[in-house]
């Protein structure tokens, strides 16, 4: 199984910071990326950012020079940095880990977390 813990999320005021948090563990052979997406009200589902295990980073447009990605892989964990935020950023967060779990080794899914509300108004 796998499981999700995810936190963070809250209500700011535009031009304020949050800080996202998610844990993941079940039964990975290996994790190849985490990150976040969003959903906003009548929205699609996309990308925030994004960090691979090799090291390398991607982020939304949106995201870059504002949010920051890291990880600390012995924990399976990723986190989200958040500054400035604006009311467009107003969404459901939602953790992402792309991984082999044992029971099928060699192919990689895509696995979500249930998401964090972000809400972003003065």
């Known amino acids: 199984q796998v499981q999700f813990v995810e936190s963070g999320g809250g209500s700011v005021q535009p031009g304020g910071s949050l800080r996202l948090s998610c844990a993941a563990s079940g039964d990975f052979a290996t994790i190849y990326t985490m990150g976040w997406y969003r959903r906003a009200p009548e929205k699609q589902r996309e990308l925030v950012a994004s960090t691979a295990r090799v090291g390398t980073t991607h982020y939304a447009d949106f995201a870059k020079g504002r949010f920051t990605i890291f990880s600390d892989n012995a924990k399976n964990s990723v986190y989200l940095q958040m500054n400035s935020l604006k009311p467009e950023d107003t969404a459901v967060y939602y953790c992402?880990?792309?991984?082999?779990?044992?029971?099928?080794?060699?192919?990689?899914?895509?696995?979500w977390g249930e998401g964090t509300l972000v809400t972003v108004s003065s």
């Open positions: 992402n880990v792309y991984a082999a779990r044992n029971v099928s080794e060699f192919t990689a899914m895509n696995y």
